[in-house]
């Protein structure tokens, strides 16, 4: 069994700053890459950033300069430091991780809320 847990969502406000952790754990191997997309209310769920293994990463062009993704390989743990949170930034945030380059595990989400 794999779980896959978000934490650090919550209320900002314009301007601020949140650090999203995401944990994978139980049989899981040979994890290839680990991202983070997000859904807001009314639109398809898209990719904010992702890293593999070596370290690669890949961003939408909507975050670059802002959030920043980052991965501990010995936890099975990675991290988005987001910056300069706009409201459009507003989203449930999901932590998603491939294994072994077929199999794909999502996280149950965390809320990203930034208002005034």
């Known amino acids: 069994q794999v779980r896959v847990v978000e934490s650090g969502g919550g209320l900002v406000q314009p301007g601020g700053s949140l650090r999203l952790s995401c944990a994978a754990s139980?049989?899981?191997?040979?994890?290839?890459?680990m991202g983070w997309y997000r859904q807001a209310p009314g639109k398809e769920r898209e990719l904010v950033a992702s890293i593999t293994t070596g370290g690669g990463t890949n961003s939408a062009d909507s975050v670059k300069g802002r959030f920043t993704i980052s991965r501990d390989n010995a936890k099975n743990t990675v991290y988005l430091q987001m910056n300069s949170l706009q409201p459009e930034d507003t989203a449930v945030y999901y932590c998603?991780?491939?294994?072994?380059?077929?199999?794909?595990?999502w996280g149950q989400g965390t809320q990203v809320t930034v208002s005034s």
């Open positions: 998603r991780v491939v294994a072994s380059i077929v199999y794909i595990y």
């Open positions: 139980g049989s899981i191997f040979s994890i290839n890459s």
